[in-house]
């Protein structure tokens, strides 16, 4: 038992560590230098997620098209994307973006196009399954009364749609935040990276290091999906409301 | 766009070998992690399912942390952090190992578990408790129950999400290359750095990765149609 307290105490003997580079984790050298850190992390999490969705709602309708020259370009998007790590598809920005725009362009921002080229495949497939969930009988009482396709599709079906899409939004916003710790791979200042940044620096406490910044993603993506899960259960009841008048 | 594409050189000398090496790799990272995230996330469930409170607090714990925590963040903490937390005994064995890949198994399987034992626990819980009692009315045992009616239901429901599961687990192993795991994806870097034909080797690459999950999806989808026939025959 002694033994086992000896071993548990030593375990977090270095915290000091982590608490004089604090600041340095949360915000990186932002008064004085660039922005960095977490704070940087969740921008990249906000900027790409706002991205993913106009890119996912434009795939996942085109998909639902019934013209081939809309639905298979979707298609192959999405299935390509899908198929591929994460982490591949941050190497194509970051080697090609320069190339294609004959310009160097900065670690920060070809990541952030990387991740809404991603999440933006998997929000299509969230849109088509959230389209197709509307019963017909919608589309066809919308198209009844005069309305065109897309006046029946913007007006009827994408904000009954989109409103139940909401909780796999915020599921799919928890998944990028997590993801963002993959532009460290080149070189974006986010909470990874400057976590390993302190720990090259200090070489002291690793695990206190890598520990402390497991708890601030998990702090924002618990609550997150703590949220969602809430958001879930009410569209649930919500629904069971509806299809009780149907 | 000032680029010359040349593809042979991809293919010649050792650089073929580099690809097929690395995919080597890819698929015994992903083998042997799917293998320990299966057998831990059934024992997740199965606390998480048991009626001992500590038990499921920790089962339940567990899960929440390794699924809302990066992955990335993991990796780092079992290669650069985990020394004062293993016993004695398993660093010996685990330093005589390939320390980078074994480090790269104990953080896929771990984090993978707890998606599994997500899945695994929805699983049991979709099938009507009525199937329990009913069976064990007729006289059979709890784990006559468990093995001839609940678990041959619960796991025909699971088989698909775990597969692409699997799929998730062979993309992730990408990650491994960040502490020097040669897969497929340090590979393609390697020939990027060596030749400057960056276009060529990720292109080659991520047709591999895409071939890998549309063979795996087709395998689902084939059992998902396979179900559903099994399903309209009764």
Redesign the interface.
Known sequence: MEHFWQWFSGLFANWGVVWKNFDYLLVGAYPQGPLGGLAMSIVMAVIGIFGAFWIGLAAGLMRLSKRPWLSWPALIYIEIIRGTPLLMVIFWFYFFAPLLMNQSVPETESAIAAFIVFTGAYIAEIVRAGVLAIPKGQMEAARGSGLSHTQAMVHIILPQALRNMIPSFVNQFVSLTKDTSLAMIINVNELTLAARHVYTRTMKAPMEIFLAIALLYFAICWVLTAFSRRLERRMARYQARTSHDR | ?N?TFNWALIFSGEYGRWFVDGLTVTLELSGISIFFALLLGTLLTVLRLSRVRPLVWFSAGYV??F????????I??WY??????FPEFFKKWLYQQNIEFATAIIALSTYTAAFIAEELRSGILSIPKTQLEASRATGLTFIQAMRYVILPQAFRIIIPPLISQFLNLI??S??A??IGVMEL?YM??QV?AHTFH??EA?TV??LI??S???LV?FIINQYNKHCLHIGSRR
């Open positions: 766009m680029y929440e942390f699924r809302n925590t990066p992955l990335m963040v993991q780092f903490f650069f952090g985990s020394d004062p937390v993309k992730n990408s990650l290359m960040t994806t393609a870097r990027e960056g276009f990720f690459s991520t990765y895409l890998l999950s549309l999806s």
